[in-house]
């Protein structure tokens, strides 16, 4: 199931790590505020960056054109795709209670696991 097939409600969770399968996919699992367990899979991912937080979410966001989006296709120009500014990526951020990121994922698709 594609992410914008369905709606995550991340209020007062907390992300319990990410883990890379070897290649181009992470795996994002996020306990959520009832202790189910959330992953998220993230596919043919280019750019990941984490950052400094305190691991309570709220929401997961796609933030269309970005400079995390521009810095990708500029990484894959004339490596993968010739025209960088058509390839077909997709930013994600993780953004905490503060609505300060935590985790950004530039990928091709998102797919909710559990």
């Known amino acids: 199931m594609a992410l914008d097939e369905f709606s995550i409600s991340l209020h007062d969770a907390?992300?319990?790590g990410y883990s890379s399968t070897g290649g181009d996919e992470v795996i994002v699992?996020?306990?959520q505020w009832d202790e189910?367990?959330?992953k998220?899979?993230?596919r043919e991912v280019v750019l990941l960056k984490e950052l400094v937080?305190?691991?309570h979410?709220?929401?997961?966001v796609e933030c269309g054109d970005s400079d995390e989006l521009r810095e990708a296709r500029r990484r894959l120009a004339n490596v993968h795709y010739p025209e960088?500014?058509?390839a077909p990526f997709r930013h994600f951020?993780?953004?905490d209670d503060s609505n300060y990121p935590v985790l950004d994922i530039v990928c091709k698709e998102v797919i909710r696991l559990s």
């Open 36 to 38: 189910t367990l959330l």
């Open 84 to 86: 960088p500014a058509s």
């Open 93 to 95: 951020r993780l953004l």
């Open 40 to 42: 998220l899979r993230f």
């Open 57 to 60: 979410l709220e929401k997961l």
């Open 14 to 16: 907390q992300l319990a």
């Open 29 to 31: 699992s996020i306990v």
């Open 53 to 55: 937080g305190d691991g």
